[in-house]
């Protein structure tokens, strides 16, 4: 079971980033494929969220209008993009998997209730 999350680094104020997440040793078709992060000093925030199974994407309702989260599914493979980048977007973002993949929002809401995740990529965003 991996997530690999790569497309971090820094970024500009105002600027852009899109982040991809590969999915190997389960079932893909199963699952939702969530992103998260989590900040220095605060706790996990909840993002986006795919399921794979319905194609339904569920978004944190503060990052709405910035964030799209969208799968390859021939590639395993999960990618989230966000404008509009402000310092508070530096943070480490991880990719997650649950089974849950009708509770998108409850995921959005409880990040730490994936089920594995993966090691996270660091964003900075800074000029």
């Known amino acids: 079971v991996q997530l690999v999350e790569s497309g971090g680094g820094l970024a500009q104020p105002g600027g852009s980033l899109k982040l991809s997440c590969e999915a190997s040793?389960?079932?893909?078709?199963?699952?939702?494929i969530g992103w998260f992060r989590q900040a220095p000093g605060k706790e996990p925030e909840g993002v986006a969220c795919?399921?794979?199974?319905?194609?339904?994407?569920y978004y944190e309702d503060d990052l709405r209008d910035r964030v799209t989260i969208y799968s390859d599914n021939d590639k395993k493979t999960v990618y989230v993009e966000m404008k509009r980048l402000t310092p508070e977007d530096t943070a480490v973002y991880y990719c997650a998997a649950s089974t849950l993949w009708r509770l998108g929002n409850y995921l959005i809401a409880n990040p730490t209730e994936y089920d594995f995740r993966g090691q996270g990529t660091s964003v900075t965003v800074s000029s």
């Open positions: 795919i399921s794979i199974v319905d194609g339904r994407t």
């Open positions: 040793g389960f079932t893909f078709e199963n699952y939702a």
